[in-house]
C-alpha cells in the first residue's frame, strides 16, 4: 500500500532506494518482523510494490513482502530511526539533500552502497549519523516490484571508525546475514576493487565467469585490482574470495563464486545494455588514480553515450592498454594510452587495437614529436591514416615513442627506445616504440613513418615486420614532416598477415593492384653486394644467407644482382643525407630550436648549409637510382638482401651529420625511389636479424604475398 501520513514514529526503518540490495533488505526486514517505510523515486516501482508488494525470486529464497512505500515527496519530515540507503552510487548526492535537516533523535544513514559513498551523507546529516556497510549478495531488479536474488554472501556493517557501537550490533541483529565489524572500510576497499573488476566485465557481454577465467584477461583484471587496493588507506579486508594478498587466486575463487550464481551478468551491465541508463561507475571509480581505472570509466561513459556497444572489444581494448603500460612503457615505447578511443561500429580492422607513431596526429591527443620542444595542445584532428583507421574500425589506443621529430635523434629529455628483446638495446629509429609495442606483445599492429628506413630498422632490430609502401600510397596528411620527398607512413606488425590487413584500410580505394596470379614460388634478385657489404656482420650474413638458402630449397629461382647501382652504397647514403637534411632544415626554419637535442640541432645545420646545386644533384641522382633499381627488378619478383648490417647496437647511431654508421646503407635507396620495401625475421644467434625484401612500385600486394610465403618457410628453420 501507499503510506500517506507524516510521521514515521511507528517505523523501525526506512529503506531509501528499492531496488536489487535495497529491496531485498527492505523484503527480509519485513518478513522478520520489522516494521518498515520503503521510499522510491520511480513511480512504476512505487505503484507496484504499492499495489503488489515486493517479490523476491531465484535460488535463495522465494517470497512476497507486503511495504508501505511513498516516493520522496512523501517522506516523513522527521525520521528518528536508521534510513537504510541503497540507492545508486551517483544518486547518493540526491539521496543526501532528502535526508538533511529529517534525521532526529535516534536516527541515522547507513550506506548500503557501492563505492565510498558515507563522505558525501556525512556532509548533508553529519558524521556521527552516518554507518557504512558492505552489501556483496547478488541481485537484480528483473521488473517494478520483483527482485532476483542470486546468491548470499558478505553483509558487514560498521562505524567508519572502526568503532564497535550498539548501533551496529543491533542492525547486525535485525537484518539477516549482517555481521558487526571494526573493519568496515577495509571491506569498503575490497568491495571497491572486487567492484572495479566486475565493473570491467561489463563493458563486455560475456558473463561475470567468463571473463574471470579467459587467461588473455587475467592480467588486465590483476592490474586493476592492484591499482585499486594501492589507494587503499588501510588494508583490504578478504571478502568472499577476494584477497587483496593474493589477486591472481583471487580471480580463481571469484570465477567459481560467480559460476555458482544465478545471478550471471552485473547490474552495471544490464544498466549499460538492457535498461540503457547511466551506471554508478564514474561516481564509484571516478577519483581513483592509475593507469586502468579511468580507462574503465572512459569506456563505461561511452557505452551509457551510445558510442559503443557492450562487446569483448571493449574487453580487447582494456587489455591492450594495460599490455602497453606493463610491456611498453618501461621500454620508453609509450606516450600516451587513449581509453576509449572513436571509431566505426564496423570494418575489416573492427575492434583491433593500433598503435600510432607520435608524430601522426591523434585527435584531441598532443603529438609530442620526441621532443619537449613540441607544441603541448592537443590535435585538432586526425592525420588522414589515423582517420582511415578509425573508418575502418580499429582501436587507435596509443601514441607511441620516436626519436626527436624522426631526426634520428634521442632527446636526452625523452630518450630513446629500448629493445624488448635485450633492453640494454635500441629498438632502433625512429619508429622504435611502435616497433618495441609491437615486438612486446602489447598490440599486434603499429603505425610508423620511414624516411630512410625508420620503420624496416626497427623491424629488423625487435623482429616483427615492417613495411614501407610505394610512395605516395599512404597520405601523409597530418603527419609532421621531415622530407617531403622521402616520407612514407607504413606499418610494423607482428606478421605479414597484418601488413596485409592494414594496407587495404589505409590506401585509397583503387590503388592497390591485386597481385598476379602464381603459386607460393617467386623469382628473387639477390644484391650480393649488400651481403659483402663491409657494414654486414657474419651473424648477419650467415643468417640471411640461411634465409636464403630456405628460399631455394623451397622451390624458390635465386638469381645474383650485380648491376652497377651496388657498388655505390654509400654514394646513395650521402645523396640521402642531402635531400632529407636539406628538406628537414626548410621544414624547422623559423622554428625556435634551442631546446632540440645537440644532434638534431646538428642535423638541420647541415641541412642548412646544403647549397641549391648540391639539392639538385641529390634529385637528379636519385632518379639514375630509381630507373637502375626498375631494371633490377625485371627480372624478378622481388629484390632481397639484408635490412641493417648489424643487430641492435646499445645506442642509436647519427644520421646524415657525423660519422657513417652504415645504418640506412640498405634501406635508404628505396626511399630515394619510392619502391616498396618489408623487412622480415629470419633465424638467427642472438638478437634479431632483418631480411629485406623489396618490390615494384605499386605492387605492394604482391610484394606482401612474397614476403608472406617466405615468412611461412622460416619458423621451421627455428624449430630445428
Not at 376 to 386: N, T
Not at 605 to 634: H, K, N, P
Request: hydrophobic share 45%; aromatic share 4%.
Amino acid at each position: 500500500m501507499i503510506y500517506d501520513v507524516v510521521t514515521s514514529s511507528a517505523v523501525r526503518y526506512v529503506v531509501l532506494g528499492c531496488g536489487a540490495v535495497g529491496g531485498t533488505v527492505a523484503a527480509g526486514l519485513v518478513r522478520d518482523g520489522h516494521d518498515v517505510l520503503a521510499c522510491d523515486a520511480d513511480p512504476a516501482v512505487v505503484e507496484a510494490i504499492g499495489a503488489r508488494g515486493l517479490r523476491i525470486e531465484g535460488p535463495v529464497e522465494t517470497f512476497t513482502a507486503q511495504i508501505p512505500i511513498v516516493t520522496p515527496s512523501d517522506l516523513p519530515d522527521r525520521l528518528d530511526c536508521p534510513v537504510l540507503v541503497a540507492v545508486k552510487a551517483h544518486h547518493t548526492a540526491a539521496a543526501a539533500a532528502l535526508l538533511a535537516g529529517r534525521l532526529h533523535g535516534d536516527g541515522f544513514a547507513v550506506s548500503l552502497q557501492n563505492g565510498l559513498t558515507t563522505p558525501i551523507l556525512a556532509a548533508a546529516v553529519g558524521a556521527e549519523r552516518v554507518v557504512e556497510a558492505v552489501v556483496n549478495f547478488g541481485a537484480d531488479m528483473t521488473e517494478p516490484g520483483v527482485v532476483l536474488r542470486g546468491n548470499r554472501a558478505t553483509f558487514m556493517v560498521g562505524e567508519p571508525d572502526g568503532r564497535l557501537s550498539s548501533r551496529v550490533h543491533a542492525l547486525a541483529a535485525d537484518i539477516a546475514g549482517a555481521v558487526a565489524t571494526g573493519d568496515i572500510l577495509g571491506y569498503a576497499w575490497a568491495k571497491l576493487a572486487y567492484g572495479a573488476v566486475l565493473a570491467a566485465t561489463a563493458v563486455s557481454d560475456l558473463p561475470i565467469a567468463h571473463v574471470l577465467d579467459e587467461p588473455a584477461y587475467r592480467p588486465l583484471l590483476t592490474e586493476l585490482a592492484r591499482q585499486v587496493v594501492a589507494q587503499a588507506p588501510v588494508p583490504p579486508m578478504a571478502l568472499d574470495g577476494f584477497d587483496a594478498s593474493d589477486l591472481p587466486g583471487s580471480l580463481d575463487r571469484l570465477a567459481r563464486f560467480n559460476r555458482a550464481s544465478a545471478k550471471t551478468h552485473t547490474g552495471i551491465y544490464r544498466d549499460l545494455a538492457i535498461l540503457h541508463r547511466p551506471t554508478e561507475v564514474p561516481a564509484i571509480l571516478g577519483d581513483l588514480t592509475g593507469s586502468l581505472p579511468p580507462l574503465v570509466v572512459d569506456l563505461i561513459r561511452a557505452i551509457e553515450q551510445g558510442r559503443r556497444p557492450c562487446s569483448r572489444e571493449n574487453l580487447d581494448l582494456l587489455a591492450a592498454c594495460e599490455r602497453a603500460e606493463r610491456l611498453g612503457r618501461p621500454l620508453n615505447a609509450v606516450v600516451s594510452v587513449i581509453g576509449a578511443p572513436e571509431r566505426a561500429a564496423g570494418g575489416p580492422l573492427a575492434g583491433r587495437p593500433v598503435a600510432v607513431k607520435d608524430i601522426i596526429e591523434v585527435a584531441g591527443v598532443p603529438t609530442r614529436c620526441g621532443s619537449p620542444a613540441s607544441r603541448p595542445e592537443p590535435a585538432r584532428s586526425d592525420a588522414a591514416v589515423v582517420a582511415r583507421l578509425r573508418a575502418a574500425g580499429a582501436e587507435v589506443f596509443a601514441t607511441s615513442q620516436c626519436l626527436e621529430y624522426a631526426a634520428g635523434f634521442a632527446h636526452p629529455q625523452v630518450g630513446d627506445t629500448r629493445n624488448p628483446r635485450d633492453p640494454a638495446r635500441t629498438s632502433g629509429g625512429s619508429s622504435g616504440g611502435s616497433a618495441a609495442l609491437v615486438a612486446a606483445g602489447a598490440c599486434a599492429l603499429a603505425l610508423g613513418t620511414d624516411t630512410g628506413g625508420s620503420i624496416r630498422i626497427p623491424a629488423a632490430h625487435c623482429g616483427i615486420a615492417g613495411l614501407k609502401p610505394t610512395y605516395g600510397l599512404l597520405p601523409v596528411a597530418g603527419v609532421f614532416p621531415l622530407s617531403p620527398a622521402c616520407d612514407h607512413v607504413g606499418t610494423l606488425t607482428a606478421t605479414v598477415a597484418g601488413a596485409a590487413d592494414l594496407l587495404p584500410a589505409l590506401a585509397d580505394p583503387g590503388t592497390l593492384a591485386p597481385p598476379p596470379p602464381g603459386g607460393g614460388s617467386f623469382t628473387v634478385g639477390v644484391l650480393a653486394a649488400q651481403l659483402t657489404d663491409p657494414s654486414v656482420t657474419p651473424q648477419v650474413h650467415r643468417a640471411v644467407s640461411a634465409a636464403l638458402a630456405v628460399l631455394a630449397a623451397a622451390g624458390w629461382r635465386l638469381r645474383e644482382i650485380a648491376d652497377p647501382w651496388l657498388a655505390e652504397l654509400p654514394r646513395w647514403e650521402d645523396t640521402l643525407a642531402v635531400i632529407v637534411s636539406a628538406e628537414a632544415a626548410a621544414v624547422h626554419r623559423g622554428r625556435d630550436t634551442g631546446a632540440y637535442a645537440e644532434g638534431t640541432r646538428a642535423l638541420l645545420e647541415y641541412g642548412a648549409s646544403v647549397t641549391s646545386e648540391q639539392y639538385d644533384a641529390a634529385i637528379r641522382q636519385r632518379g639514375e637510382l630509381s630507373a637502375a633499381i626498375e631494371a633490377s627488378l625485371s627480372g624478378a619478383d622481388v629484390l632481397a638482401g639484408p635490412t641493417v648490417g648489424y643487430q641492435a647496437p646499445e645506442q642509436d647511431p647519427p644520421f646524415g651529420a657525423g660519422a657513417d654508421s652504415a645504418e640506412s646503407r640498405f634501406t635508404g635507396p628505396y626511399n630515394l625511389t619510392g619502391h616498396p620495401a618489408i623487412s622480415i625475421p629470419v633465424p638467427g644467434a642472438g638478437l634479431p636479424i632483418g631480411l629485406q625484401l623489396a618490390g615494384r612500385r605499386g605492387a605492394d600486394l604482391a610484394l606482401l604475398r612474397a614476403a608472406a610465403a617466405a615468412e611461412e618457410l622460416f619458423p621451421r628453420v627455428r624449430e630445428d
